[in-house]
Nanobody
Framework: QVRLVESGGGLVQAGGSLRLSCAAS????????MGWYRQAPGKQRELVAT???????NYADSVKGRSTISRDNAKVSVYLQMDSLKPEDTAVYYC?????????WGQGTQVTVSS
């Protein structure tokens, strides 16, 4: 099993920045890719950004240019720097860790952007 703990969410004004962190523990040898997803009220969970052990990244169009995903392979942690935040970025942000035929989710951290 892998346990993921997110932190860094909160309330921020539009145009502000937040940095989300996710720390993995447990059977971390199973993990290759990590990423962030979000779910706004009444909407489906959607991809925000992912990063592999080789530092290959992928971003949703909605956050491209405003967000940067990074990881610390030694600590098996992943980070999401979000800048120029918009009210539509308001959602619960979830960390996901993926391995071969397995994946794990964190409990989520709330991000609220006020206009």
């Amino acid at each position: 099993q892998v346990r993921l703990v997110e932190s860094g969410g909160g309330l921020v004004q539009a145009g502000g920045s937040l940095r989300l962190s996710c720390a993995a523990s447990g059977s971390i040898g199973r993990i290759n890719a990590m990423g962030w997803y979000r779910q706004a009220p009444g909407k489906q969970r959607e991809l925000v950004a992912t990063i592999t052990t080789g530092d290959s990244t992928n971003y949703a169009d909605s956050v491209k240019g405003r967000s940067t995903i990074s990881r610390d392979n030694a600590k098996v942690s992943v980070y999401l720097q979000m800048d120029s935040l918009k009210p539509e970025d308001t959602a619960v942000y979830y960390c996901k860790a993926s391995g071969l035929r397995v994946y794990y989710w964190g409990q989520g951290t709330q991000v609220t952007v006020s206009s």
